[in-house]
């Protein structure tokens, strides 16, 4: 297998839009082929995340952005949607790196896009909802709004964590990404704030929940021997890791098993552990989801994840940043497009280009995704690292 | 990259199930873990094909097919759906296939799952239609038969086909299917059937369309150094080619360019031609699909494609038998399963396990599925050729 570099990368803002999911991806796609410094002559494939079940266009949407991005128009090239709910953008660029990675093609494209907000909120939760076990589960009504309430109770109830503590991952995100031009909200919100937000699932508040967002992301994918042809400043794949399973027969819903252990063979494949780990864009679906991703990838021990942001260790700073960009809470989560949208941030903040939210010269930023439900999980876990 | 064969082939009856999509993709899988001689345990990916619109399980199949058959009750692995439309099965495979070709994986499935035939068929067939580009073939009510109307009218005023050797494809794949005991329709017709049959999109009739059926079909991969743990018949992936893409800028809807191209380097890279196919499963979502199919695969010249059916040609025992199995029209279109049943048949009639439809002594069988609707066209192509 050949080493991967990522030498370009394109994101449209998250947040609001009027235009349609075509067209946020054709967006994504050209500017990451600008940055790239190609006409995208070269692109050989493309591996395309896309929920699409609150689009219009629900399938072939990376066949429409190839197209209209002048790529198809010069010459046919594979195109695959890849769909794992929430982790499908992840999804996407794994696939692409496997392909480049064991030989099939030198130059690839891995894009996400969705567009969510405009439909009403319960029409769109109800077409997230989907994503879910439907025997059971959809028939229980079980959601990962619920089930996230649960593990928060879970989490206070065994380990002491606080809702002050859970409000301040959600005052930390905002905060990040009120610097991040491409984030879905851009203004700072206090503890209070949160506290005082809507009970959407206690003890958890609106605040503490990601929106709905619409967006589209892209990363250009070649392999190692080429990549001087396109930049001086490569971010390399170090490791792509994905398990798709569920806590063990204890049921309990604070054990990230699988992701723990998707984080250890991570750390593995990239020769580093997690006190390496410069940087971590993950899945904060919820302020909850964020602790526990803590727990997971090893930043802190088991059940010290409120510790960890209330001093601190989590902001941009402390022992390990997680979500400088604002992460799902904040940046947003046009589904589709937020596993890109991290590989976008880890390549900025890599190369230094990452501005007001820039960490101070990381080597290596870990990102994480998850989607599905099945079993009170979300059951598709992918961790990639990136390094310079 | 490594030589890959399939060592386990599963697949359910096509046709109209009482069973969920989940139900049907175990037996499919299982049946595949008992033909390759194991629980299952060595597994380490899987791909699913699943277009999903007409589901009410419209994401996560994959999980929970993988979970009910035991696998991901041991460990997780990672689990990725893909969809193309109607090339959903096809590109599962294929994306297998990358990962173990280039070392990632050892042993992969790759799954195929549909289930239509729940859905009232204006249903069905609106589920189908979201395979379209919608903005301006959407709005303009293009749909797959309509064009394949088109399309057969132009072969007939073009090269003089006639509605009879349209009729003979149906007739051919309809005899076929009768002694495939996996096939959707198990009964003979005659030509004045297919003629006498409701006129759906002028010339063609309802015979000379595919039906919506339900079905699941699954294939183990493993890399060639593990060919012998598993079976003294392997079936090795010689050739596995996906283009995206329409037709020139002419416009002419009989330009079969992209599938052309795709046979084309599927053949170069099998090292053989067009003459060498012993069979072929193509995707004759219509009958005239299935002539230009003909043609653009190299089996008889351009235009000859109705003489070609009319002689006997694509019988079996003719000089190209194609759609032994009875094809998408009478085996029948379980949508993300059918790419997947083609490579069942495959392999099937390369073991010459294939029962009545046998062909004598295959070396290479050749398979074909298209997918989505852009520009008129189908716009996703896919050949796999498979040898002994």
């Known amino acids: 297998?050949?080493?991967?570099?990522?030498?370009?990368?394109?994101?449209?803002?998250?947040?609001v839009s009027t235009e349609t999911s075509r067209s946020l991806g054709v967006k994504a796609l050209l500017d990451a082929l600008d940055d790239a410094g190609t006409n995208g002559r070269e692109i050989q494939a493309a591996y395309v995340g896309h929920y699409g079940l609150l689009d219009r266009q629900k399938g072939l949407i990376g066949h429409l952005v190839l197209s209209d991005a002048g790529i198809t128009q010069r010459s046919p090239i594979p195109i695959t949607?890849?769909?794992d709910a929430c982790s499908s953008g992840a999804v996407a660029l794994r696939e692409a790196y496997i392909a480049v990675a064991g030989g099939f093609y030198d130059v690839a494209v891995a894009l996400g896009v969705e567009k969510m907000t405009h439909l009403p909120t319960i029409e769109a939760l109800t077409g997230m909802a989907q994503g879910r076990e439907q025997d059971i589960e959809g028939v229980m009504g079980m959601n990962p709004i619920g089930i996230y309430g649960m593990k928060a109770r879970l989490h206070m109830e065994r380990y002491g964590t606080s809702e002050e503590q859970l409000a301040l991952v959600a005052v930390k995100s905002y905060k990040n990404a009120a610097s991040n031009p491409y984030a879905h909200f851009q203004k700072n919100i206090?503890?209070?704030?949160?506290?005082?937000?809507?009970?959407?699932?206690?003890?958890?508040?609106?605040?503490?929940f990601c929106p709905f967002s619409d967006g589209a992301a892209a990363a250009i994918l070649v392999s190692e021997d080429l990549v001087k042809k396109y930049t001086d400043t490569p971010v390399y794949v170090a490791a792509s890791v994905q398990k798709s399973g569920f806590f063990d027969d204890s049921g309990d819903l604070l054990t990230e098993r699988v992701l723990g252990d998707t984080a250890v063979e991570a750390y593995e494949k990239a020769g580093i552990s997690a006190k390496d780990v410069d940087l971590a864009e993950v899945h904060d679906a919820s302020s909850i989801a964020e602790i526990l991703a803590y727990e997971a990838l090893g930043f802190c021990p088991e059940g010290e994840g409120g510790k960890f942001v209330e001093e601190g260790q989590s902001q941009i700073g402390g022992s390990t940043p997680v979500n400088a960009s604002g992460g799902l809470t904040a940046k947003g989560h046009p589904v589709g497009a937020t596993g890109l949208g991290q590989t976008f941030e880890a390549v900025k903040q890599l190369r230094g280009e990452a501005g007001k939210i820039q960490v101070p010269h990381p080597e290596y930023v870990l990102t994480h995704t998850m989607g599905g439900l099945y079993r009170g999980e979300e059951c598709n876990k992918v961790v990639h690292i990136f390094k310079r």
């Open 1 to 15: 297998m050949r080493g991967v570099a990522i030498v370009g990368v394109g994101q449209t803002k998250f947040g």
């Open 81 to 83: 949607r890849v769909e």
């Open 190 to 208: 206090t503890k209070e704030d949160v506290l005082n937000s809507p009970s959407i699932s206690p003890p958890l508040h609106r605040y503490n």
